[in-house]
């Protein structure tokens, strides 16, 4: 079992949906949460970061964690075309010099006008 | 207020070849990571540095990587004897802290390629 399962998609939706993106994860020891956006053949950028479980909003970008059931999500409001990109979870152990992310594979999104 | 800068962008060698990829961290930044993502794969953590000390090296084939972050100067990946399955984008991120809370941000990548 992976450490980070995340579906690869590609999910495609209309304007104006709300996207639902989802990892889960098998190591309980994880305890920072966050959400990267890529475009294509660019560096991930850092849209939401959340720490243990409970929610949280930026926009139209709302994160949850559920550490009891090890499931992250990621929901867009409103999506747009350019939202179209793809997504990656990621997170880290607590405490300590652990410096490095664990990342999913990534979901790739792409929004229709 | 520049962000991680890598370079050279788009790296082509024949096998055999020696690559070195640059990281400038974020100016303020002294904690530098890099991650390979292989086509189709996650990224994948290679190596976390401080100036001058390797702190964690877990991710890092045992041979022909290595990696550096001197006093002075960029971060530099370095890859001996290239073969075509080092193909990838290589990603170098930056920290202020080490910490777990720490954000880190990324630079936009160096794309090997391996004739």
């Known amino acids: 079992q992976k450490e980070v399962e995340q579906d690869p998609g590609p999910l495609s939706v209309p304007e104006g949906a709300i996207v639902s993106l989802n990892c889960t994860y098998s190591n309980s020891a994880f305890q920072y949460f966050m959400w990267y956006r890529q475009y294509s053949r660019k560096g991930p950028e850092l849209l939401m970061y959340?720490?243990s479980s409970g929610n949280k909003e930026d926009g139209r970008f709302t994160a949850q964690v559920d550490k009891s059931s090890k499931y992250i999500s990621l929901f867009i409001r409103d999506s747009q075309p350019s939202d179209s990109a793809t997504y990656l979870c990621a997170m880290r152990w607590g405490g300590g010099s652990q410096g490095n992310l664990i990342f999913g594979k990534g979901t790739k999104l792409s929004v229709k006008p | 207020n520049a962000g991680v800068m890598q370079n050279p962008r788009h790296l082509v060698r024949r096998r055999g070849q020696e690559a070195r990829l640059r990281c400038s961290p974020m100016k303020g930044h002294s904690h530098v990571y890099w991650y390979r993502q292989l086509p189709e794969e996650g990224l994948k953590f290679m190596v976390y540095?401080?100036?001058?000390?390797?702190?964690?090296e877990s991710g890092m084939p045992k041979e022909r990587f290595s990696a550096e972050f001197p006093k002075e100067g960029p971060s530099i990946l370095r890859i001996q004897q290239v073969v075509r399955g080092d193909s990838a984008a290589y990603f170098c991120a930056s920290s202020r802290q080490g910490a777990s809370t720490d954000t880190q941000y990324f630079g936009p990548g160096t794309r090997l390629t391996v004739l």
């Open positions: 540095l401080q100036k001058e000390n390797i702190i964690d």
């Open positions: 959340t720490y």
